[in-house]
């Protein structure tokens, strides 16, 4: 069955950076579309950026020129390099996975991780 972990979550200073993985098994990385979202205390959950199964991205306007999805296919994950972070980045960071018909027909992903917290201070 599908399942995704994050890592490399944690404490950073503004301005900082930090690299969030998450692993993929039970699926190939390779055949489905990925994406990051994050979520604090009260709010929804948001999306941050997506790839698909070609390796094309799109990021959230308020994290471009500062957030990067990857993917690295033989490794079986999905990377988000984080840059120039600010408090406002603070948040719980979850990965999320599906087959590029299924976001597309639903709009959403299936599979999703346990979460990985961020803090910027």
């Known amino acids: 069955h599908v399942q995704l972990v994050e890592s490399g979550g944690g404490s950073v200073q503004a301005g900082g950076s930090l690299r969030l993985s998450c692993s993929g098994s039970?699926?190939?990385?390779?055949?489905?579309?990925m994406g990051w979202y994050r979520q604090t205390p009260g709010k929804e959950r948001e999306p941050i950026g997506s790839?698909?199964?070609?390796?094309?991205?799109s990021v959230a306007s308020d994290v471009k020129g500062r957030f990067t999805v990857s993917k690295d296919n033989a490794k079986n994950t999905l990377y988000l390099q984080m840059k120039e972070m600010k408090p406002e980045d603070t948040a719980m960071h979850y990965c999320?996975?599906?087959?590029?018909?299924?976001?597309?027909?639903?709009?959403?992903?299936?599979?999703w991780g346990q979460g990985t917290q961020v803090t910027v201070s």
């Open positions: 790839i698909d199964s070609d390796g094309r991205t």
């Open positions: 039970g699926f190939t990385v390779s055949e489905y579309c």
């Open positions: 999320a996975a599906d087959t590029c018909t299924v976001v597309a027909e639903e709009n959403g992903y299936g599979y």
